[in-house]
Every structure is written in C-alpha cells, then in structure tokens.
C-alpha cells in the first residue's frame, strides 16, 4: 500500500479533505451536496429511507435524527483491518488511502483507490449480517456514482459478512445506468434547491414523514377531492387482496398438514414455524 496518489488523475472531481466517516464533519458536508451513500435514495432503491424523507430532512421540515448505531460503529472500527487484509490476499493490487471528493455539489467518498495493469479502479467497503446473492441495489447506485466523479471503469466491492467470511464483487461502470442516475440526482437537486418535493412513492419511510411534518391536530375540514375517491377505491382492493391471500394461506396449511416446508418446483417457497411450542404460523418466501 502506498500514499503516493496523483490526485490529479480522476475525474474532474478534486480532493477536498479527509472525513471520518459518519462524523459531524462529515453530515456537514452531505448537507451541502449529494453523495453516494445518497444516490440510492433518491433512485427509490433505498430499503430504508425514502427520497421524500430526505428532502424533508435536507430542507429541515423534520430533524435528521441519525444516530450512529453499534453495526455501524463497528463497520468503521473493522474497515482499516478489512482494507488491510483485502491486500495482503490480493497483492496485484496496488492500493490507496483516499478522502473526499468534490465536482461542485456532487461527493464522493470512497474507501480507496485500487491499480491494477496500469488502470485505477475503485474500493469499497462494506460489513453486513447476511449473505448476499448480488450487490444490493443503493449500494451499487453509490458505488457507479464514485465511479462516475472519479472517472473509474471497475470496482471491487469487499464486504466481510457475519464477521468471519471475506468476499469480493466487481461491478463495472455502466454508461448507461450513470446517464440516468445523473439526470434522476440532477433533477432531485434541482427541487431540493426551489423547495419542491419529489415524486410521491408507496413507501412507509415517506408515510411516517408526512406523519411527523404535521403533529398538530385543528379543528378544521379539508376537501380531498379525487383522493378520497382513490383511496376508498384502493383500500377496497387491498381488503379483496388480503382476503384472497389469507384464502391461500389457509389452504397451504391444510396441504402441508405436519410438514415443515412448501415447495413449488423442488424450490422452498412456504415454512411452518412455532415460537416455544406454540401453534404453527406460515411465512412466505418472497422473491419467488
């Protein structure tokens, strides 16, 4: 590994500092521009915050509550040592220490810099509790965005998963892909800045906001027009969908009697479970 790292070679992005990760440096700087860690959420793939959740927080209509968690304090804690192992396996790889980036408005902040054959590439580093089939969808939006402001064409994703099984995924820079991210960013940018919200999506994460946005209750009527008549039509079909699904249910159970699991094509697709002895429940798998 080597400090050696011409700055001058990615991108237009230019390094701007140095910021610990998850620091209040660090939240600062996020406030003022979009970056990767970012990017997933305003391409709707985020499983856990929504783009109207953080435009709410970016335009201070609701606190921005985070609060470092212990897997995350411990994902920042194992990232020098995962970083240093990751070489020591690979040693074609020649790697760099690297900070934040900026190209106006647009962050990146990647965990370094790899060279291989004479062509950068990126690295990134992740922890996670389970076992991944493919690289998540907002992390490989994060990871296309480095690629983009830096001007990479590869990038190997290391992700130490359960805290004792190392493993490597390459994604390679998709033009087509960073053409649309770059318009989707642009465009929530561009709003954020007129304070206009972004689209309405289904997601609870922008339920709870529009929850927290108004807590005072006043005596008064509104007219919702069309929306009313939407949602009574909706919640009409849901009550049918909910009904039909228990339907199912009930008949899967009854098909599996004793057995423990369903299957559809020798593919498990339905689990009988009991917490301490009590009276089984069906789970479903999804993504069949």
């Not at 074609?92 to 810099?113: C, L, Q, R, S, V």
């Not at 099984?165 to 820079?173: G, R």
């Amino acid at each position: 590994m080597t400090n050696k790292l011409n700055h001058n070679l990615f991108g237009k992005a230019t390094l701007i500092g140095d910021f610990e990760n998850q620091s209040a440096e660090w939240h600062e700087l996020r406030s003022k521009g979009i970056g990767g860690s970012q990017v997933g959420t305003i391409l709707g793939v985020n499983p856990w915050e929504s783009a109207y959740t953080m435009w709410a927080k970016l335009t201070n209509k609701i606190e921005d509550s985070f609060q470092q968690n212990e897997k995350m304090r411990w994902g920042t804690l194992v990232e020098p040592v995962i970083f240093k192992e990751w070489g020591l396996l690979n040693p074609e790889y020649e790697m760099f220490e690297t900070g934040t980036w900026a190209d106006g408005w647009k962050h990146a902040n990647p965990d370094g810099i790899l060279l291989k054959d004479g062509e950068y590439g990126l690295l990134e580093i992740k922890t996670a509790g389970y076992r991944w089939d493919s690289i998540p969808d907002h992390y490989a939006a994060q990871c296309m965005w480095y690629m983009e402001l830096l001007g990479l064409k590869w990038c190997k994703i290391v992700v130490l998963f359960q805290g004792n099984e190392l493993q490597t995924f390459h994604l390679d820079y998709d033009p087509e892909f960073a053409f649309y991210m770059n318009a989707r960013v642009e465009d929530f940018w561009d709003k954020l800045a007129k304070d206009e919200a972004p689209d309405w999506d289904g997601s609870d994460s922008t339920f709870q906001t529009v929850r927290v946005m108004n807590p005072d209750i006043v005596d008064e009527e509104v007219e919702l027009d069309v929306l009313a008549s939407d949602l009574i039509y909706a919640q009409a079909e849901l009550d049918l969908t909910t009904a039909t699904v228990t339907e199912l249910k009930s008949k899967i159970l009854d098909k599996m009697g004793k057995a423990k699991y369903g299957l559809l094509n020798g593919k498990v697709i339905a689990t009988r479970s009991s917490r301490a002895g009590g009276v089984p429940y069906l789970t479903i798998k999804k993504g069949n």
